[in-house]
C-alpha cells in the first residue's frame, strides 16, 4: 500500500493561491491515478480533482475548474494540486489518495481509492 504524506496548506486571504504537494512512498505510486478531496467542517468528503497514472489525463470538479491544476512527477512519486483565485468556500482539509487499481483512469469516486493521507488544512479567509 502507498504511503502518502500532504504538505502546503495553510491560511490565505481571498484571492490568494497554494501549492499543495503530496508525497507517495514505494514503487509503485506511478501505476495508480491519483487524486485531491477535500472536507470542510460539517460537511461531507467533496472530490476536487484526478489524474491518470501517466499524468496525461485529468478530471476536475466543478467548482474548481479553471482555478486548480493537479498533476504529478511519477520519478519523484510526487503529486500536486496548484490553486490560484482561492475563496473562502475553499477552505477544506486537502487529502490526496491513490487508486487501488494499477494503470487507472483518473477517477472521481472516493471509494476507488486505497490509500490516503492525513490530510493538510487550507483557509481562505474573505
Known amino acids: 500500500q502507498v504511503q502518502l504524506v500532504e504538505s502546503g496548506g495553510r491560511a490565505v486571504q481571498a484571492g490568494g493561491s497554494l501549492r499543495l504537494s503530496c508525497a507517495a512512498s514505494?514503487?509503485?505510486?506511478?501505476?495508480?491515478?491519483m487524486a485531491w478531496f477535500r472536507q470542510a467542517p460539517g460537511k461531507e468528503r467533496e472530490f476536487v480533482a484526478a489524474?491518470?497514472?501517466?499524468?496525461?489525463?485529468?478530471v476536475y470538479a466543478v467548482s474548481v475548474k479553471g482555478r486548480f491544476h493537479i498533476w504529478r512527477e511519477n520519478a519523484k512519486n510526487m503529486g500536486y494540486l496548484q490553486m490560484i483565485d482561492l475563496e473562502a468556500e475553499d477552505t477544506a482539509v486537502y487529502y490526496c489518495?491513490?487508486?487501488?487499481?494499477?494503470?487507472?483512469?483518473?477517477?472521481?469516486?472516493?471509494?476507488?481509492?486505497?490509500?490516503w493521507g492525513q490530510g493538510t488544512q487550507v483557509t481562505v479567509s474573505s
Open positions: 514505494g514503487r509503485t505510486f506511478s501505476r495508480h491515478a
Open positions: 489524474i491518470n497514472w501517466s499524468g496525461d489525463s485529468t
Open positions: 489518495a491513490v487508486d487501488r487499481r494499477e494503470w487507472s483512469m483518473a477517477q472521481t469516486d472516493s471509494q476507488t481509492f486505497g490509500s
